[in-house]
C-alpha cells in the first residue's frame, strides 16, 4: 500500500508513525527479481493477490450459507479494510461499498453499544417427533435460568430479558448439522411441524434439494439471552459544500504496467453531509486510509459515512479477472 502510493509515509497515525518508503520498496526487489518485474509492479501484484484472497473468502463464507452476494452492499471496516474494500467489491460484483465513521474502531464501536447477550448450547440427541416436547422444554427452562443469571450478573433485570431459539439437526445417519433459528418468545416458538418445515427448508436452500422418509434428528439446543441496550443515535454531521476541495494531490498507482497518476487526497474531517466526489481518491484519517479507485463515485451521508458507488463495476470486474 505504501509503494503503490496508497498511504502516507508521513501520515500514518495522524503522522504519529513514519514509514520508511524506500525501504519498503527495496524489500520488494528481491520477489521483483524473480518475477522479472519492477519493485512497483510487484507491490501491484501483491495488492491483487490480497484482494483476490478476500474475495475468494467471501464467496466461500456466502456459498456455505447459499448466499449470492452478487448486488449485496460492502461495509469496509478496521484498519486496512478500507484500503482493500473497493478492490474486493468489484471482484464479487457488489455496486456499493460502506465506509462508515471511525471504519478502523467499528468493531470496538459495536461491542460498546450492542445489547447484552449469552449464547447458550447444549448436547441433546432427539428425533424430532412428538416426543421431544418434554425433554426439550425442560432443556430451554435449565438454559433460560443460566442465560438470566449470567446477564443478571451483567446489570440486566430478569424481567428484560429475552429469548431466541434454535438448534443443530440433521437427517438421521448423517454426520454433519445444520444450525437453524426458529423463533423468539419465552418458550419454544414453533409447532412441531413448523419445525420439520424450516429445516427442510434451511436443508434445501444449502444442498439444493429434500431428503423423503428419513427422520430428522436434533444433535443440539440452542438459546440466546438478551436485554436491549441503551438507545444511541449517530450523530449528524455538519452539511458540506457539495463538492469538497482536495487536501493535496499524490501520486498512486492502480494497476500493474501503468504509471502514477495524480490522486486528490481528502481529510476525511473536512468532508461534510452532501459533498460527492469521484474517484481515484484517497480519503484520510489518523487510522486508516479509503481507497477509491477510478469508476467509483462517493457521496457523504448524514451520519458521516462515505458511500462509494460503482460506475463501472461490470466492466472493471471483467477486466480484472483475465
Keep these: 500500500d505504501l509503494v503503490m502510493g496508497l498511504l502516507d509515509p508521513a501520515y500514518f497515525l495522524g ?17 521483483g527479481e524473480k518475477l522479472g518485474a519492477s519493485s512497483d509492479d510487484t507491490a501491484v501484484g501483491v495488492y491483487e493477490v490480497i484482494n483476490q484472497n478476500m ?10 450459507r447459499g448466499i449470492d452476494l452478487r448486488g449485496v452492499a460492502l461495509i469496509a471496516f478496521g484498519g486496512a479494510g478500507p484500503v482493500h474494500a473497493c478492490g474486493v ?49 425442560l432443556l430451554l427452562e435449565d438454559m433460560r435460568q443460566e442465560g438470566r443469571r449470567i446477564l443478571a450478573a451483567a446489570g440486566a433485570a430478569a424481567e428484560d ?8 439437526a440433521r437427517y438421521e445417519g448423517q454426520g454433519n448439522e445444520i444450525t437453524l433459528w426458529v423463533g423468539e418468545g419465552s418458550s419454544w416458538p414453533a409447532t412441531l411441524d413448523e419445525t420439520l418445515e424450516l429445516f427442510h427448508s434451511e436443508y434445501e436452500k444449502i444442498y439444493g434439494l429434500r431428503i423423503p422418509d428419513v427422520g ?55 468532508l461534510g453531509a452532501g459533498d460527492r466526489f469521484d474517484g481515484p481518491a484517497l480519503v484520510e484519517e489518523r487510522e486508516t486510509t479509503s481507497v477509491i479507485p477510478g469508476g467509483w463515485s462517493c457521496e457523504v451521508a448524514p451520519d458521516g459515512s462515505i458511500v462509494a458507488t460503482a460506475v463501472t463495476a461490470t466492466a472493471t470486474a471483467k477486466e480484472d479477472s483475465k
Excluded at 24 to 29: I, Q
Design 15 to 31: 503522522g504519529e508513525m513514519p514509514l520508511d518508503l524506500e525501504r519498503a520498496r527495496g524489500a520488494f526487489a528481491p520477489l
Design 55 to 64: 474475495a475468494a473468502s467471501a464467496r466461500m463464507h456466502a456459498v456455505e
Design 89 to 137: 467489491a468489484t471482484l464479487l460484483e457488489a455496486p456499493r461499498v460502506i465506509f462508515p465513521v471511525n471504519a478502523s474502531v467499528l468493531s470496538a464501536f459495536g461491542t460498546l453499544v450492542s445489547p447484552v447477550r449469552i449464547d447458550l448450547a447444549r448436547s441433546m440427541v432427539r428425533s424430532l417427533d412428538g416426543q421431544v416436547a418434554a425433554d426439550r422444554d
Design 161 to 168: 430479558v429475552k429469548y431466541r431459539y434454535g438448534l443443530d
Design 216 to 270: 430428522v434428528e436434533v444433535v443440539t439446543w440452542r438459546v440466546a439471552a438478551w436485554s436491549d441496550a441503551p438507545g444511541f443515535e449517530v450523530p449528524a454531521v455538519a452539511a458540506g459544500s457539495g463538492n469538497p476541495v482536495p487536501n493535496r494531490h499524490r501520486d498512486a498507482r492502480f494497476r500493474r504496467g501503468e504509471d502514477a497518476v495524480s490522486v486528490p487526497v481528502y481529510r476525511r474531517a473536512e
